[in-house]
């Protein structure tokens, strides 16, 4: 392994140490290092702190003059945030070489970041490890490309392809493993969304209890506004936490409930009461979410896929056979995706698909 792989690779290992807590910024790991020796880490702890590389350079041990510093993202340039600009720290530390894995999207940024530390005689090597540190940041990447939030659909089966025996009942097939895994994605992750049936059948809690980790915002889409107010969502811990999209047309009496025990309700255009995921999506992103794990259930799942509003599928199959039920996700209409995981996990099997051709979604 090259030098230079080994130490960004570091960076990425100590940015995963802010995932679920720096959103909207990026994951960013900085190392810095001299004659071989490494004099300082740090990482973005968490949203409005100071940076990865501000944290590095606190966290040095010698002096950091004609060291290199490395991170897995270029350095951030522009003012109009809360913490300051690192390029013109890394410059006034003297800093002679900067390695980094990816430029940074952000149109404030973008490239301005490298050509102004070129300009102050610091060499710039980017694009070590570049795939690796895409997928780190690809929450970030698509929410300032393209002003949306990552959408990922998790869909857990039955070997012979249902997701429950019927559309009222609740059906657990998936073992510990695998919901370990599942509560590991929801701190990862800004938001979880559930339809309406999934809160009146399941009741779920939607919290991050089998790993550590923070809790994410809990979404449901209710566009008749049915969810009953005894579910744990509305009369559980932090109700502020959880959000629902309903109908303009729904009862003033029901929202004005839910209001007082703190839940927030988003009133959207509907027809028949059900409402566009994509203007969801948007106001999803004008909220600063910019990543959101889709739980369930089938009538969700199924409004999401057809209508091309995803980037990534996980599907958690179990080897316990229903015979019948409610159907689940059909590989042979997967179109145009490509499985790029496929592992066990405890007694289930964890499938990861992503669309062929590498881009964001375009379904809007």
């Known amino acids: 392994m090259k030098v230079e792989e080994k130490h960004i690779k570091r960076c990425i290992e100590l940015a995963k140490k802010g995932e679920g807590y720096v ?4 994951l960013v790991g900085a190392v810095i290092v001299k004659s071989g ?5 740090g990482f973005h702890k968490k949203y409005g702190d100071t940076h990865a590389e501000v944290n590095a ?3 040095s041990a010698g002096d950091v003059r004609g060291a290199t510093l490395y991170s897995n993202l270029e350095p951030c340039c522009h003012s ?13 530390k003297g800093i002679k070489k900067v390695v980094i894995s990816n430029l940074d999207s952000n149109p404030s940024v973008n490239a301005k970041g490298i050509q102004q530390l070129q300009d102050a005689g610091v060499e710039v090597i980017t694009g070590i490890i570049e795939d690796e540190a895409n997928e780190l940041n690809k929450f970030y990447f ?3 490309s393209k002003k949306l939030p990552y959408i990922t659909i998790k869909i857990a089966q039955s070997a012979d392809g249902f997701m429950s025996k019927t559309k009222n009942e609740q059906t657990w097939f998936t073992g510990k493993e695998a919901a370990m895994f599942v509560h590991r994605q929801r701190a990862k992750y800004d938001a ?7 809160v009146s059948v399941d009741d779920p809690l939607l919290t991050v209890r089998e790993v550590k980790g923070r809790n994410p915002k809990r979404l449901i889409i209710d566009g008749s506004l049915s969810i009953p107010l005894d579910s744990k969502l509305v009369a559980g811990d932090d109700p502020e936490k959880t959000w629902v999209f309903t109908s303009l047309n729904s009862d003033d009496k029901k929202i004005i409930a839910l209001l007082n025990v703190g839940v927030k309700v988003f009133q959207l255009k509907s027809e028949n009461n059900k409402i566009k995921l994509i203007d969801i999506l948007k106001k999803l992103a004008h909220e600063m979410i910019t990543s959101l794990f889709v739980e369930g259930g089938a009538n969700v799942f199924h409004q999401f896929i057809t209508e091309n509003l995803f980037d990534e599928l996980i599907l958690l199959q179990s080897p316990i056979k229903l015979g019948s039920g409610v159907p689940g996700f059909d590989f042979e209409t997967a179109g145009d995706l490509k499985i790029i995981q496929k592992e066990k996990i405890g007694i289930d099997e964890k499938i990861i698909l992503k669309k062929k051709i590498d881009h964001f979604f375009t379904g809007i």
């Open 142 to 144: 698509k929410f300032v």
């Open 80 to 92: 109009n945030k809360q913490t300051p600009p690192c390029v013109p720290l890394i410059i006034s």
């Open 23 to 26: 959103s909207p910024n990026p």
């Open 57 to 59: 350079f606190e966290n």
């Open 192 to 198: 979880v969304l559930v339809g309406a049936n999934t």
């Open 37 to 41: 020796k490494v004099l300082g880490e």
